[in-house]
């Protein structure tokens, strides 16, 4: 049962750690794009 547990727990914290990437890859993509559309419209 400890090895269930523990094979869980390191799976948790896995799934955990790559949605944190991908959070992560989101909100910079968004702010690029933000970015990039704020230096458009301000002709910068």
């Keep these: ?3 269930l547990k523990s094979g869980w ?3 948790e ?3 955990t750690d790559s949605m ?3 959070k ?3 909100t910079q993509t968004f702010d690029g794009i933000a970015q ?3 230096a458009m419209l301000t002709g910068q």
Excluded: H, K, P, R
């Design 13 to 15: 914290e896995s799934a």
């Design 36 to 38: 990039n559309m704020a």
């Design 9 to 11: 727990s390191e799976w």
């Design 1 to 3: 049962m400890a090895g």
């Design 20 to 22: 944190s990437q991908v």
């Design 24 to 26: 992560s890859a989101a």
